[in-house]
């Protein structure tokens, strides 16, 4: 098994470009989620999905979208790229919502907007 | 709001007992997570405490009073390997996980 699996790994954007990161989990996993991680602050949900063809917003969705066609996949979207969503964003996934259920994370995308 | 507090830095040295503390105020409360992130790493899980008491596991303890609001995680027999962030989160009555901001944990030899 692979895990959570994210690309690309470090991304520089200019201000306005867009550009999409990938999120993929081969653990037959129904929930997946998207945080931004930002310096001295703790990790913020963006947007989630409990299955295919579902998604909600988290606490910071502003300047982003998602999709989730397959249950295995989870890209978010940045359209329009401003130098606050310079962070390292973390795609995450766990088989349900319960209590006590883990999340498993990827190894994070480093992203710098210009 | 919803807060979690935890220190942002604290030291200890290799073969030592650390306790790094985590008090919270969420809305509603479906347990207490900690997870271990090593510097430019994802977070990985180390415990989860939904009832009062001590959960222990190798090396590794967490504690939990849902009357106070607190949690601790307790590390013993230091190594140099246990330096990392170690981070508090709680999953709220809508099952989404709060965050604190970590403590940046540094193991003198």
């Known amino acids: 098994n692979a895990g959570v699996t994210q690309t690309p790994k470090f991304r520089i954007l200019k201000i306005g470009q867009s550009m999409t990161l990938q999120c993929a989990q081969d653990m037959n996993h129904n929930y997946m989620y998207w945080y931004r991680q930002d310096p001295g602050m703790g990790l913020k949900l963006i947007y989630y999905s409990v299955g295919a063809g579902i998604t909600d917003k988290g606490e910071v969705p502003n300047g982003y979208n998602v999709s989730r066609s397959t249950t295995e996949d989870f890209p978010l979207r940045l359209e329009l790229a401003a130098p606050s969503q310079t962070s390292v964003y973390f795609c995450a996934s766990s088989y349900s919502e319960g209590g006590g259920e883990t999340q498993y994370f990827g190894p994070g995308t480093r992203l710098l907007v210009l | ?109």
């Open chain 2, 1 to 109: 709001g919803q807060n979690i507090d935890q220190p942002t830095e604290m030291t200890a040295t290799e073969g030592a007992i650390v306790q790094i503390n985590c008090t919270y105020q969420t809305s509603g409360f479906n347990g207490l997570f900690w997870y271990q992130q090593h510097a430019g790493e994802a977070p990985t899980f180390l415990s989860y405490n939904v009832l009062d008491g001590l959960e222990e596991k190798g090396r590794f303890s967490s504690f939990l009073s849902r009357s106070k609001g607190y949690s601790y995680l307790l590390l013993k027999e230091l190594q140099m390997k246990d330096s990392a962030s170690y981070l508090c989160a709680v999953m709220d009555s809508n099952y989404q996980l709060i965050w604190g901001a970590g403590t940046k944990l540094i193991i003198k030899p």
